[in-house]
DNA sequence: CGGCATCCACATGGATACTG
DNA sequence: CAGTATCCATGTGGATGCCG
């Protein structure tokens, strides 16, 4: 590979322990990588909210990928009301340091695929 | 969606279609981002090269990763040799430029998850 | 070397309906 | 509002073996 004899880093080489994998294994899910996005954007959201933004995701996937979510430390629930029943999802800490990672989806996105206005086939 | 009237992108809100979840879907796979990663790094390799680059996978996987990524557009397959039959897989332009994503992807990982040396908890 | 064929197991997503 | 309960279809990955 490209440097093995110093004292470099040499992650993601052969046999070694890879952080692009074990990275793409926590967010690599169909709708993880917008949840992040939208809770990037729009800070707290309630459940609805959130379903709302998240253009068709039924709320059984919402909920098991909001749980996927919060067991990885990505996001955090919190009960903001009793009563009128309400609670919030947020981004942790770790959670929000993935704006790059997203940002970066996002650009690549806007880029290469389907500019809205244009009607051309760069769909894919 | 939310902002009508004036210039500015609507992406990734609401109904729309969005950036961040198209593009999720062409590389959220178990091996994508790290064979694009791969790729990146060493340029055009085989197909047992690459296979000995990522980690464990197998065989069968490894093809069908290469056969998705060539449909996308993000990888190309060319033959360079016919008699030692040899091929290499390389990126293509639009494949090249997840470079961003691919290597936040990386730093993020190498922050929040397993410094090798150090055997705390930070695993998952 | 560069795969494909098979078979299998489980993960993941989707649709629909219902609840406190 | 914020989910859960089912059921089902398909996606996706893994193991093994074989082939030109």
């Known amino acids: ?6 004292g470099l880093q040499v992650w993601c080489a052969g ?3 890879c952080p692009v994998t074990s990275t793409a294994t926590l967010i690599c899910r169909k709708w993880h990588p917008v949840i ?3 809770l990037l954007n729009d800070g707290p959201l309630g459940f609805s909210a959130l379903q ?12 098991d990928s909001l749980e996927d979510l919060q067991e990885k430390k990505l996001i955090e629930r919190s009960i903001v ?8 999802y947020s981004l942790t800490e770790r959670g929000s340091e993935l704006e ?14 389907q500019p809205p206005e244009d009607e051309h086939s760069g769909r894919f």
């Open 52 to 63: 709302d933004q998240v253009d068709g995701v039924s709320s059984k996937v919402l909920s």
């Open 81 to 88: 009301s009793e009563q009128p029943f309400r609670v919030e």
């Open 1 to 6: 590979m490209h440097d093995s004899s110093d």
């Open 15 to 17: 046999e070694e322990w």
């Open 100 to 113: 790059p990672v997203v940002s970066a989806m996002e650009n690549w996105g806007k880029r290469h695929l």
């Open 36 to 38: 992040i996005h939208r």
